[in-house]
């Protein structure tokens, strides 16, 4: 099973492909595009519903961040209930705790009903302040938490080897395999009469008054409803201004002895570590995430791992780093995510993003939400999470200015002004934006010492592309589209590939 990056992650292990090579039919109920979480569970909630579905994934399934996440279930969210509060209202915070338990709910009667084995498993949450700007923000969340009800409470003591200066227990979270989560939902979703096609682009869309038309590296779909399950979706669009695209960092250890935290922990620095324990080929792996940072805004992502391994190794006993992956989440302007019709179209097409570091949750939630939208025109959350929403909460001009400014610094030529001579002059294994007669190029020389030329301007929004040394990719940072260094689009919005120069 591939992946948007070059390095593995600890879920790719054991997961195959699962479709074979369905023929496509003229007329749909529903076309979901993208198969990770958040499009193969509303796939299979329309299929069950009775719908005719089909799913087109431009790679396999899990190729996407489900691939890369580090699948904690959680009901409190990167958005705390007290920041949800104050943009929201209390009453909006409330209803958002019913999203965790809910979507924690969806997965457990899809286990049982299609008698999934994904490891799941309920377990107790802590989060740590470890100095007194932590211990500031626990307050406010243990306030928060407690205003909307929440049973997340104060705790002498946690599992895990820090010291601490205040804890909080959060009861019932838990944790999964996402990838056999996720095959086994789309083996169902195949055995109730569902399409699933991979290696499948959908590269255009056309809306009318009675249906949407796909266009599509296999042909042309066409169906009464479209999904956008891409994580963010493609095409040129609002939700492009209002989300930011992110990176995250994982790494799976072999500890020494035999401690292994069995609950799930979070500190509160800025950005967040986040740990859990895997069973992996019968050994417990601890998992340990973090060193967030904008797409495409860190000079060496190599660092990024180094940087979250020195830190994990001087609170746990380490043996080895056996797996290090980085992925992709959207940050959302107001903090919640985006879910339902998609802002621009005539109501046919749908969409789910802006998820933070919740996805596994609000992707399931977003079956619900979309199904219900689909089926019967409403659902209890569509006001919540409507992606057309304008939120004017502190710093959202800031965001949105931001995000503007970013494309167009990117835009204006922000490249290195080098000669093409530099090509001669690249390491083995180095990469770098070049200029040359007013034209920008990523260049790649391979260990062996093949060069890979690409125009660097993405396509998408003409944005300058950069250098991820990590995953060896040329990453967007104005929208989070990504590229191999042949040029092919790995993550959108971007439909189209790096114009590739033949040398
Ligand atoms: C390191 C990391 C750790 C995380 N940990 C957690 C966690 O512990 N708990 C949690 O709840 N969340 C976590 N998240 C967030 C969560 O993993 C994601 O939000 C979630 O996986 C997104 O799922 P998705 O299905 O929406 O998108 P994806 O999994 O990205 O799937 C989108 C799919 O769409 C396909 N696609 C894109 N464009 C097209 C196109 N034009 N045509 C056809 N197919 C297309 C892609 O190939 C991809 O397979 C984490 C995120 C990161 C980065």
Redesign the pocket.
């Known amino acids: 099973m591939n992946r ?1 990056g070059t390095r593995k992650s600890i879920w790719q292990e054991k997961s195959k492909i699962v479709s074979a090579e369905p023929a496509l039919e003229e007329w749909y109920d529903v076309a979901v ?7 193969i569970s509303t796939a299979l909630r329309l299929q069950k519903a009775g719908q005719k579905c089909i799913i ?4 396999n ?14 009901d409190f969210f990167d958005t705390t209930y007290a920041q949800a509060i104050k943009d929201f209202g209390l009453q909006n915070a409330k209803l958002l705790k019913y999203v965790g338990i809910e979507s924690k709910n969806i997965i457990r009667n899809n286990i049982r009903e299609f008698n999934i084995s994904c490891d799941f498993q309920s377990k107790p949450g802590y989060l740590f302040a470890l100095d007194d700007e932590q211990e500031k923000k626990l307050d406010a969340i243990l306030e928060g938490a407690a205003q909307v009800g929440h049973s997340m409470v104060q705790t002498a003591d946690t599992p895990f080897p820090f010291a601490f200066k205040k804890a909080a227990v959060i009861p019932d979270q838990a944790q999964f395999h996402p990838l056999k989560y996720i095959r086994s939902l789309a083996e169902a979703f195949i055995r109730l009469g569902g399409v699933l096609v991979e290696n ?4 255009s869309h056309d809306e009318n008054e009675e249906c949407v038309v796909l266009q599509s590296t296999k042909g042309t779909v066409t169906a009464r409803s479209v999904i956008y ?3 963010i979706p ?1 095409g040129i669009n609002m939700l492009h201004f209002m989300n930011a695209p992110y ?4 790494i799976a250890f072999r500890l020494k002895g035999d401690y292994h935290p069995k609950e799930l922990g979070y500190d509160l620095a800025e950005p967040y570590h ?1 740990y859990r324990t895997q069973q992996i080929n019968g050994e417990s792996l601890l998992i340990a ?1 973090g060193e967030d940072h904008k797409t495409g805004h860190a000079d060496n992502t190599v660092e990024c791992f180094s940087k979250l391994e020195n830190y994990v190794r001087q609170h746990f006993d380490v043996d080895t780093a056996v797996y290090s992956w ?4 959207y940050e959302p302007v107001d903090g919640l995510p985006y879910i339902g019709v998609l802002p621009g179209s005539k109501g046919k097409i749908f969409t ?1 993003t802006g ?1 933070r ?7 399931t939630i977003t079956s619900q939400i979309l199904g219900d939208l689909i089926l019967t025109g409403s659902n209890k959350y569509q006001r919540l999470f409507d992606p057309g929403r304008i939120r004017p909460i502190t710093g959202f001009t800031n965001f949105v200015k931001e995000q503007a400014a970013v494309v167009w610094d990117f835009v204006k030529d922000k490249v290195f002004a080098e000669k093409v001579k530099a090509l001669s002059e690249l390491s083995e294994g180095e990469a770098k934006v070049v200029k040359w007669e007013g034209e920008s190029y990523a260049v790649y020389k391979e260990k062996e010492g093949k060069l890979h030329l690409l125009k660097s301007k993405c396509p998408h929004a003409k944005c300058e592309v950069r250098w991820n040394s990590a995953e060896i990719s040329w990453d967007c940072p104005c929208h989070g589209s990504r590229f191999t260094v042949e040029g092919k689009v790995l ?2 919005p971007s ?1 189209k590939n790096l114009l590739r120069i033949e040398l």
Not at 33 to 39: F, L
């Open positions: 948007d595009v993208g198969g990770g979480i958040t499009g087109l994934e431009a790679s399934i899990g190729f996407g961040t489900t691939g890369g996440t580090t699948a904690h279930l959680n499948c682009l959908c590269e399950a891409t994580h493609p990176r995250s960092y994982a986040y995430g980085s992925s992709q989440y789910a998820f570091g919740n996805g596994m949750i609000f992707g993550t959108g439909v």
